[in-house]
């Protein structure tokens, strides 16, 4: 029986220890986030964040917008963000309504206030390995092997999903702390035999039931990103079959209450970082 990892636990720790420092800061770190449309999910994405934000004492705006708003629109309001000395990091919530260039919009956040490192210069830092702030996802995911001490140097660390958000950042991350990297997508020929490989697997591929045992590797380390909504009975679910899985990993996240609060503490983690280097409290 695999150790399950306590994301919601191990986030409120880190939060407060995020707390404690802003606290001690000259100002309080600032975040800006920009939500275009109603998506319910969206919303309540954003809607973490605020509290979040208020939990670690940080200053925080909102801007909800309506999914009719135009590029230029967004454009305009992103520049006068840029230019918010109280605003440390601006995070537009993805995806975008499809009128809108999502790439665009990312390009307009002034690089130094990407708390997402969405942005094409914080990638190319990313690949260099000299990013201040990494995607929360990815970073959450680490600080959560960190914490359990699970080491990834040398270790073979396979990623399915390649997302820009998740899966890419997350190799570029592996890679950096010397895991041997496999990255799989949906034009991966067999998959459990990639799967079957890994010290590390990490799954991020929105199919509930992706991951059955017999696709992992006895005292593998399983981390599920996935946060699939039965549409019928509102459950969530990730992408590893849980039950089975747990009876063979080492370790493996819940979902929820695994990778998802880790996520979250991590925009925090990002938003305290940036604050200080604007401060010149930190080095970049
Ligand atoms: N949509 C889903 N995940 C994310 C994220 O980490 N950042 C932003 N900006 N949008 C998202």
């Known amino acids: 029986m695999a150790v399950i990892f306590d994301g919601k636990s191990l986030a409120e ?13 000259p100002r309080k770190p600032g975040l800006a986030a920009i939500l275009v449309g109603d998506d319910p999910a969206s919303r309540l994405y954003v809607n973490n964040k605020e509290k979040d934000c208020a939990a670690c004492g940080f200053f925080s705006r909102r801007f909800d917008l309506p999914a009719t708003v135009s590029e230029e629109e967004l454009l305009g309001r992103i520049d006068r963000i840029n230019a918010n000395a109280a605003i440390d990091g601006i995070l537009v919530q ?26 094409p210069l914080n990638v190319g830092r ?25 080491p990834i140097d040398g270790k073979v ?16 991350l592996l890679l950096q702390r010397n895991g041997t990297v496999i990255y799989c997508h949906r034009h991966t020929r067999d998959l459990a035999a990639m799967t079957r490989q890994a010290d590390i697997l990490i799954v991020a591929a929105g199919c509930p039931g992706l991951i059955t045992s017999d696709m992992v590797k006895a005292d593998a380390v399983v981390i599920d990103v996935a946060m699939n909504r039965d549409p019928t009975t509102g459950i969530f679910t990730g992408d590893v079959c849980f039950d089975e899985v747990k009876e063979k990993a080492a370790c493996i996240t819940p979902v929820p209450g695994g990778v998802g609060p880790m996520t979250r503490a991590m925009l925090m983690r990002n938003v305290l970082t940036l604050a200080k280097l604007h401060m ?5």
């Open 126 to 150: 990313m690949v260099y390995g000299e990013s201040p702030v990494w995607p929360c996802t990815p970073s959450g995911i680490a600080a959560m092997l960190d914490a359990y001490q699970i």
């Open 157 to 172: 660390c396979v990623m399915v999903g390649r997302s820009d958000i998740v899966g890419k950042p997350m190799g570029l």
């Open 280 to 284: 010149g409290l930190a080095q970049p």
């Open 94 to 119: 993805l995806p975008l309504p499809a009128s809108i260039s999502e790439r665009r919009i990312v390009e307009a956040i002034a690089p130094e206030k990407d708390v997402d490192a969405f942005h």
């Open 13 to 25: 720790s880190i939060k407060r220890k995020i707390m404690e420092e802003a606290a001690n800061l």
